[in-house]
């Protein structure tokens, strides 16, 4: 009798187990959404970058900060451009619900912004679980290339071709104004 009983006593001491160590505490998932008013920009134009944070899980939690990387983000003279986070922010977000927000923001006019397909803006957000876990989440932007077509003959053929054109027709009229004097009066 005993040795039957070993088995069903290990069975239940490990499925006891199982039990307790399955997680029983909420889930934590954050989503970001995040899109530009405008579906592209060129450079020297403002823009604004709306941005959505969910609370799909069903553990609450608190949005601290957000931190937004531009795609022409660089080191200029004395400090970072191009990239920004938004601090005190103390959004408590229960399980469904949102958070929303927006970001302005000017494309640059000085080369940085060359990618002629745009880029990608990416969003960290954080929060108040885990020591301030960072979620992250990205936007696309799109911009155009400033260009420069120099003056060239080929570009600009139908000016010439009209100025000339005025000019034959100013003189021809000039003939005909002089030579109306110049008929006989009967």
């Known amino acids: 009798m005993k040795m039957k009983s070993i088995p069903l006593t290990l069975l239940a001491i ?20 995040a899109r530009t008013d405008k579906s592209s920009y060129v450079p020297g ?14 553990q609450a939690f608190a949005v601290k900060n957000i931190s937004i990387t531009y795609p022409w983000k660089a080191f200029i003279t004395d400090h970072w451009d191009g990239n920004k986070t938004i601090t005190g ?44 876990s960072f979620s992250s989440g990205s936007a696309t932007i799109a911009y155009a290339v400033a260009t420069y077509q120099p003056l060239s003959l080929t570009s600009s053929v139908l000016q010439i071709v009209e100025i000339v054109l005025l000019g034959v027709a100013v003189v021809m009229l000039a003939l005909v104004f002089m030579g109306i004097g110049k008929l006989s009066k009967k």
């Not at 134009?45 to 069903?58: A, C, H, W």
């Open 14 to 33: 490990s499925i006891l187990a199982g039990i307790m160590l399955t997680p029983s505490h909420a889930s934590f998932v954050v989503n970001i959404y």
């Open 45 to 58: 134009d403002t823009g604004t970058l709306f941005i959505t944070v969910r609370n799909s899980g069903t």
């Open 89 to 132: 922010i103390t959004q408590a977000l229960a399980a469904g619900q949102t958070y929303n927000t927006q970001d302005t923001f000017t494309v640059p006019t000085d080369g940085r912004a060359s990618n002629i397909f745009g880029g990608t803006i990416s969003l960290q957000i954080g929060t108040d679980i885990a020591g301030g």
